[in-house]
């Protein structure tokens, strides 16, 4: 049998040949597939503007700067997530303020507001494995104490929250393209802004600072990165962007056939809800209660060929977060979800027969 990862990117061939044409072309660089692929990009998200990006985490950091969030700032973000939502927070030089998640494993709305401080300056929520944070309260909650958003939308492209696509309405939404993701540019990321005043600023920050006047002529007035993503990479995009709404669908049927087929008792399975693109399938299994840990079921799980990720260990006892004073106990839905959770295979070239093959290893290992 074959070795089932827990996550596969489907690239057609039709994507191959184009990604050749490209380098054929003697364009590689920013040029004409980047800007379709902004343009695709902006049309998906029903017209928003949309600059794309090497990373989301440069897209996440770009963001926060064009806020001029920094120094003597605080950013509140969820105690669980990938290291790369609280990291910008501090390469910008901002402190992140965690907030644990609740049992949608989503940012607390409930205790967002007693987080928030003189020196908060915006909230950087994370829709987890593609269900989508309430952004009706999150933005009523935002706009009541004057704060920006940065959506971190790493695992949400497709996603909607009540018939609207995540990153077509709000502040500022960040997606990931990399290979894990729902769809990916190799690696790549996007940001979809609301405020046009932002847009130059934006281009600055992502490149070098640089500005043109109308004669042509160059200048700098701010020390940009340098975060624009290459044609051969937004052609891969496009032909993803294609095949998006497609994998998101068979990413729900699989998901429905891993609730049907789920054996093993005692494990929390995650919440399901409306507008859900499932980034990825991670129940909670509570090792301990087994009696085995969870370095001990990877390596079984392994040994019947099927991988297991895990996403994420809480952030908040990372060492670099216990040095801004953080200690075991402060999340405690973070903590459980950072010790029980597995991530177990999902992708859209899987079959349904995949996912009964590995609720039954599941099963087994754990008997
Ligand atoms: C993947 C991911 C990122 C970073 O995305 P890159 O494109 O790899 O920089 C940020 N936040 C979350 C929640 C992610 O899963």
């Given at each position: 049998m074959d070795y089932l990862p827990f996550t596969r990117p489907s690239i057609d061939e039709e994507?191959?040949?184009?990604?050749?044409e490209v380098l054929r072309s003697g364009?590689?660089?920013?040029?004409?597939?980047?800007?379709?692929?902004e343009s695709r990009?902006?049309?998906?998200?029903?017209?928003?503007?949309?600059?794309?990006?090497t990373s989301a985490t440069g897209a996440l950091e770009v963001a926060l700067q064009v806020c001029d969030i920094g120094e003597g700032d605080e950013v509140i973000t969820p105690a669980m997530s990938f290291t790369a939502t609280p990291n910008v927070i501090m390469r910008v030089g901002a402190r992140p303020v965690f907030v644990d998640v609740d049992s949608?494993?989503?940012?607390?709305?409930?205790?967002?507001?007693?987080?928030?401080?003189?020196k908060t300056r915006a909230i950087m929520p994370v829709h987890f494995?593609?269900?989508?944070?309430?952004?009706?309260?999150?933005?009523?909650?935002?706009k009541r104490h004057g704060l920006r958003v940065i959506e971190d939308a790493a695992h949400a492209i497709g996603s909607e929250f009540r018939g609207k696509k995540i990153g077509s309405f709000g502040d500022l939404v960040s997606f990931s393209f990399h290979p894990n993701k729902n769809m990916t540019t190799i690696e790549g990321g996007a940001l979809s802004f609301a405020n046009?005043?932002?847009?130059?600023?934006?281009?600055?920050?992502?490149?070098?600072g640089i500005s043109k006047d109308e004669q042509g002529n160059m200048d700098v007035d701010l020390p940009g990165g340098k975060y624009n993503l290459s044609d051969v990479a937004a052609r891969v995009g496009i032909g993803q962007l294609e095949k998006l709404d497609s994998f998101n669908e068979k990413r729900r049927k699989l998901v429905n056939r891993y609730f049907e087929c789920w054996k093993a008792e005692g494990c929390e399975l995650p919440s399901r809800g409306e507008g859900h693109t499932w980034h990825m399938f991670a129940?909670?299994?509570?090792?301990?209660?087994?009696?085995?840990?969870?370095?001990?079921?990877?390596?079984?799980?392994?040994?019947?060929?099927?991988?297991?990720?895990?996403?994420?260990?809480?952030?908040?006892?990372?060492s670099l977060y216990r040095e801004l004073g953080y200690r075991e106990g402060d999340f405690p839905h973070a903590e459980k979800i950072g010790r029980e959770t597995v991530t177990?295979?999902?992708?859209p070239m899987m079959e349904e027969e995949d996912v009964e093959r590995v609720c039954e290893a599941v099963s087994e290992v754990l008997s």
């Open positions: 994507t191959i040949a184009g990604v050749a364009w590689l660089a920013t040029g004409p597939n980047v800007a379709k692929f990009l902006s049309e998906y998200l029903g017209g928003r503007q949309v600059k794309s990006f949608s494993r989503n940012l607390d709305l409930d205790r967002v507001e007693d987080a928030i401080t003189e494995a593609g269900l989508p944070v309430d952004c009706d309260r999150l933005y009523e909650i935002a046009p005043e932002e847009s130059a600023k934006l281009d600055k920050l992502r490149f070098h129940p909670l299994i509570p090792f301990e209660k087994f009696g085995i840990s969870r370095s001990e079921f990877i390596r079984k799980m392994h040994e019947k060929k099927i991988g297991v990720g895990v996403h994420y260990p809480a952030l908040h006892l990372f177990l295979p999902l992708f």
